[in-house]
């Protein structure tokens, strides 16, 4: 990994996320476009969490995962506090890799 | 600043630090892994502060120690951040106005900070949440990874510990309250369905933005004659 691949690699990421608030500022969207806009915020949110929750980038993830987050999931819809979706959701999945569960 | 800390309390904060020692522990593991690859203690180091994108970062260190070229980390990192344009443009605005404020605040443009923004109800709370996720992760993930870089190996693989069920637990629990709104439910849950089904076929990063494509289901509200009481 030579320095010159990270920074233009830092450079490039740097230039997306500045891109966004900039557009934004430039032009005026309709109430419609901003809602869509927040709508896809949460769109790829919730496919980010799906494919880190069932995948390993390529195939299934393995149930210790899957269960894992599902738990997380369940405790945050039945509104634990936060803290205890994530301490519930690694202790599951580390659990479940300890009793032998892929 | 002052007005940022005045509108956050207790109860954000310890959420935020919750996913922040997450982070940092992940990070442990991204030092520990780069090291472990043959790079020198400093470059996973520059990388997290620079990259500042900790998926991206993995992806380039595994695909080089893969024997993959340097180029080929760039293009497969910059498309699986590609995510971040759409993420400015939905909260751009939770960023601030002044171009010091414009320009840090896009470095910490993260999926952590843009999901804290999305779950806050006004608009302070949105900015407070997105500052102090953004700045507590900034430093968390980076002192993470400097302590990693110099343990080297003895840490071990970080799914021992399930923390790669941590993430999407998290960001599923800050992306609960928008998915309570029925037309964003529809398309977020098809979008998903999209983003898993294309995933054994294509490079990282290009599902979860076919994802987007949820949106054709997706209604904008009808005019309505008088605001809801909810919004």
């Known amino acids: 990994m030579p320095v010159a691949a990270v920074l233009i690699l830092a450079a490039g990421t740097f230039a997306i996320r500045f891109a966004g608030p900039l557009l934004r500022d430039r032009v005026t969207l309709p109430e419609k476009v901003n809602e869509l806009m927040t709508a896809s915020a949460t769109v790829l949110l919730l496919a980010l969490v799906a494919v880190s929750a069932l995948t390993n980038g390529k195939q299934f993830g393995g149930w210790a995962l899957a269960i894992g987050v599902l738990v997380g999931g369940l405790a945050a819809w039945r509104k634990l506090p936060f803290v205890a979706v994530i301490v519930l959701a690694a202790a599951t999945t580390a659990g479940l890799r300890l009793l032998g569960v892929a | ?231």
């Open chain 2, 1 to 231: 600043m002052r007005s940022i800390w005045r509108t956050l309390d207790a109860v954000l904060l310890r959420d935020v630090a919750a996913v922040a020692l997450g982070a940092a522990v992940t990070g442990a593991s991204f030092g520990a892994i780069s090291v472990g690859s043959g790079l020198p203690w400093w470059l996973p180091v520059l990388m997290s502060v620079a990259i500042f994108a900790g998926g991206s970062q993995f992806m380039a260190v595994g695909i080089v120690a893969a024997g993959g070229s340097p180029a080929a980390a760039v293009v497969a990192g910059l498309v699986l951040n590609a995510r971040h344009l759409p993420f400015g443009l939905a909260i751009g605005d939770v960023l601030g106005k002044s171009p010091l404020a414009r320009v840090v605040g896009s470095h910490l443009l993260i999926d952590e900070s843009t999901a804290f923004a999305m779950a806050q109800k006004d608009p302070a709370r949105a900015r407070a949440a997105y500052w102090a996720c953004g700045v507590a992760l900034f430093f968390s993930w980076n002192t993470g990874v400097l302590v990693g870089a110099l343990a080297g190996q003895a840490l071990g693989d970080p799914s021992t510990f399930g923390l790669d069920a941590a993430f999407p637990a998290a960001m599923l629990a800050l992306t609960l309250p928008a998915l309570k709104d029925a037309a964003t439910r529809k398309a977020a849950l098809v979008g998903a369905v999209i983003a898993l089904a294309t995933t054994p076929f294509l490079p990282a990063g290009v599902p979860v933005l076919l994802a987007l494509a949820g949106l054709f289901v997706f209604k904008t509200k009808k005019e309505e004659p008088c605001p809801s009481p909810q919004s």
